[in-house]
């Protein structure tokens, strides 16, 4: 019986449990699924969160990329007001001249209404004398013309003699005032203005903090950008700002160009700041070539070797006595096109020759001697005519002028240079010894770059390791220091600082 009710069970037994098994199941089902609702939830109030703080990091940047703009158009706006206050100056100085002109032009007419005047007073009088002669001699017509014309002969004799002189005088009077007037009215007609240039550039920081990030770890960033431009770089107390110091301006310009590229980027380490401080120097000789092509454009001078353009638009970096050389020359070939025009000579010739006069101050290895001469051997090169090579070479008399266009160029470099506050004769010696200084480093075999920094208190030079050993580079630095002491004249002690680097370079593929 026991058996049987046993059996009898077992199906209901059977059925019980799989009806427990699948309540169990759905309980932990609803469980997982209330749990997965919870976890997504959480996930979107994350994500709302992570959206708010992005939007509000968002708008900080764009206000201060604004608070940026509006600084850029004040400065801009104040620039643009004084450059307005300026012209309206020269309109009024221009207005000025004209009025003193207008003002000598009528005193002239007046005096040569007088000199007719008198004229006719003396032919009147001349005619009374005659007749009073015939009555007091009482001589014929014949006989009084006579002795009229032999004691008018005497008397022409000693008029026309003076007469000669004061020609002489009045015409020598002409001649300056008209080469004064052509000098004049060349400079009225090229009212160009001069930039001097400084031995700093200074670069602002978006914050201090970026002061560290340009240093890097044990100065390994700012060491590693000095010696590839080599400028010098301080970093001090100034809030915000970097100094870039050094003679050289396209070192500079290559050094802030490099510095703000790093900072826009964020990117700081060595082998970035190669590979920035390489494409820079390319895009400086790209707008060498372009500043070049402007100038020739803006002349109208064509024809020009691309060499040419490229030496001309370097002078844009350049500074003589403080004044921009690239401004100088274009005013130069201004002035001597105009004043050629004004006497009837060869305006393209002295365009073309007042643009090149000054391109060997651009250049410290093409040649050596007066920038003139180096200027002539260059143009030479870039295939000019003789009498452009002589007016380069005459510029400063280091040659004797063969044309009036050489002439013309020499009055035009003058009048260029002369005006007031357009030379400081000091940085000019200044930089003369900095370039003197890395040209003596230069001449020693396995000297790579050098570079004079600190006001020219050091030389840094960079060599090749594979051609000069360390116990080579001990004693190169002993060599050029003597020598600088033995050629050169300098304020204070130059420190000499060979550099040895061995770079090995591999790439995985």
């Not at 006497?343 to 003139?372: M, P, T």
Request: glycine share 6%.
């Amino acid at each position: 019986m026991t058996t049987i009710i046993l059996a009898a069970m077992l199906p209901v037994v059977g059925i019980l449990g799989y009806v427990v098994r699948a309540y169990l199941g759905k309980i932990r089902l609803n469980s997982a699924e209330a749990k997965s609702r919870r976890i997504i939830q959480d996930a979107l109030k994350e994500a709302e969160n992570k959206r708010k703080e992005l939007l509000i990091e968002a708008k900080d940047q764009l206000l201060k990329e604004k608070n940026i703009l509006d600084k850029e158009m004040r400065e801009r706006r104040q620039e643009l007001q004084a450059t307005e206050k300026r012209f309206f100056q020269k309109e009024e100085d221009i207005d000025a001249k004209l009025k003193e002109i207008h003002r000598q032009e009528k005193s002239l007419e007046l005096k040569t209404q007088e000199t007719k005047e008198k004229q006719e007073e003396l032919r009147k009088e001349f005619e009374k004398h005659r007749q009073e002669l015939e009555r007091i001699a009482g001589m014929n017509s014949e006989e009084a013309k006579v002795l009229l014309l032999k004691n008018v002969e005497q008397e022409a004799r000693f008029d026309v003699s003076r007469l000669i002189n004061k020609i002489e005088e009045e015409s020598r009077r002409t001649a300056d005032k008209k080469a004064k007037d052509i000098i004049v009215s060349a400079i009225q007609r090229n009212a160009s203005e001069y930039t001097s240039e400084n031995t700093v550039t200074t670069v602002s920081l978006p914050s201090d903090e970026m002061k560290g990030r340009i240093i890097g770890r044990e100065g390994r960033n700012i060491r590693t950008l000095e010696n590839l431009t080599g400028v010098d770089m301080i970093i001090d107390d100034t809030p915000e700002v970097v100094v870039i110091s050094g003679f050289d301006p396209v070192r500079r310009e290559i050094a802030r160009l490099s510095l703000e590229r790093l900072i826009q980027n964020g990117r700081i380490h060595p082998a970035r700041i190669e590979e920035v401080v390489e494409k820079i120097t390319k895009e400086i000789e790209e707008m060498m070539l372009e500043e070049g092509e402007k100038a020739s454009y803006s002349l109208g001078i064509p024809g020009l070797h691309k060499d040419a353009l490229y030496n001309i638009g370097k002078l844009k970096f350049r500074t003589s006595y403080g004044q921009d050389v690239l401004a100088h020359s274009i005013e130069v070939a201004n002035l001597a096109g105009i004043m050629a025009g004004e006497l009837g000579l060869d305006i393209q010739l002295a365009k073309r020759a007042g643009l090149l006069h000054d391109v060997g101050k651009g250049s410290l290895v093409e040649g050596e001697g007066a920038h003139a001469i180096v200027g002539a051997e260059m143009a030479k090169k870039f295939g000019e005519s003789e009498k452009c090579i002589n007016i380069i070479a005459s510029h400063h008399n280091d040659r004797e002028p063969e044309s009036f266009e050489a002439v013309l160029v020499q009055v035009a470099d003058a009048v260029s240079a002369s005006r007031p506050g357009a030379r400081r004769e000091s940085l000019d010696t200044y930089i003369k010894r900095l370039e003197n200084l890395e040209k003596i480093a230069s001449e020693f075999k396995g000297v790579e770059k050098t570079f004079a920094i600190q006001a020219g208190r050091e030389l840094r030079v960079m060599v090749d390791n594979s051609l000069v050993s360390d116990e080579r580079a001990e004693s190169m630095a002993r060599d050029i220091a003597q020598k600088i002491e033995s050629e050169l004249k300098y304020p204070g002690i130059v420190r000499v600082t060979v550099i040895r680097e061995t770079r090995i370079i591999d790439y995985a593929r």
